[in-house]
């Protein structure tokens, strides 16, 4: 709000973590790769060639909660599974 980016904050439970064999930074980690934003596609002309863009990128807790972040005796663990993710405002 008054012009302050949004973000998302995730909870990690620890004790979770560790059951999974995972730590803080294999968390950032995951997230990080499972929300890139990378052109989706590229217009290729004679003179020009041009990226084209998608909005597929993440922006609310409760997308970031479905997010898988490593598969777990042939399941999918997401985040929803060790703790939570929050819709926020960016710090300043």
Same mark, same amino acid.
């Given at each position: 709000?008054?012009?302050?980016?949004?973000?998302?904050?995730?909870?990690?439970?620890? #004790?979770?973590?560790?059951? *999974? /064999?995972?730590?803080?930074?294999?968390? $950032?980690?995951?997230l990080i790769?499972?929300?890139? @934003?990378?052109?989706?596609?590229?217009?290729?002309?004679?003179?020009?060639n041009?990226?084209?863009?998608?909005?597929?990128?993440? #922006?609310?807790?409760?997308? *970031? /909660?479905?997010?898988?972040?490593?598969? $777990?005796?042939?399941?999918?663990?997401?985040?929803? @599974?060790?703790?939570?993710?929050?819709?926020?405002?960016?710090?300043?």
């Amino acid at each position: 709000v008054y012009g302050y980016p949004y973000a998302v904050r995730v909870q990690a439970d620890p #004790m979770k973590l560790a059951s *999974y /064999n995972m730590d803080l930074n294999s968390l $950032a980690t995951n997230l990080i790769s499972a929300n890139p @934003n990378l052109p989706s596609g590229i217009l290729q002309g004679p003179f020009q060639n041009v990226n084209i863009e998608t909005f597929g990128q993440l #922006m609310t807790g409760d997308e *970031y /909660n479905k997010v898988i972040i490593k598969e $777990a005796l042939g399941f999918p663990l997401r985040v929803e @599974n060790i703790g939570n993710a929050l819709s926020a405002l960016e710090n300043r």
